[in-house]
Nanobody
Framework: QVQLVESGGGLVQAGGSLRLSCAAS????????SGWFRQAPGKEREFVGA???????YYGDSMKGRFTISRDNIKNTVYLQMNSLKPEDTAVYYC????????????????WGRGTQVTVSS
């Protein structure tokens, strides 16, 4: 059974940084692609970025240059480093595993975490 558990969310001021973590069990991140999505209140879930099993990354347009995805193969954990945070980055952030259509603007994960709340105050 696959489990993805996010951590690291919280409240931060605009301009600040946060690092989210996603620990996996039942799924090996250096074999399968993984990524992050987010959903703000009243909005559709949005693609944040993804990392392939080789370590190649790509991002949604509004995150480029501010967000970075990385991976620790020993810990089987994927990270989302978020810098220069804006109030509009406020959302629940979801870890995702085994992305179908990796490389497209709308990859579809086979597995989801439960999410972690990120709130950016102005």
């Amino acid at each position: 059974q696959v489990q993805l558990v996010e951590s690291g969310g919280g409240l931060v001021q605009a301009g600040g940084s946060l690092r989210l973590s996603c620990a996996a069990s039942g799924l090996t991140f250096n074999i399968y692609s993984s990524g992050w999505f987010r959903q703000a209140p009243g909005k559709e879930r949005e693609f944040v970025g993804a990392i392939s099993w080789t370590g190649r990354t790509y991002y949604g347009d509004s995150m480029k240059g501010r967000f970075t995805i990385s991976r620790d193969n020993i810990k089987n954990t994927v990270y989302l480093q978020m810098n220069s945070l804006k109030p509009e980055d406020t959302a629940v952030y979801y870890c995702a595993g085994d992305l179908q259509a990796y490389g497209t603007k709308r990859p579809t994960p086979n597995y989801w975490g439960r999410g972690t709340q990120v709130t950016v105050s102005s």
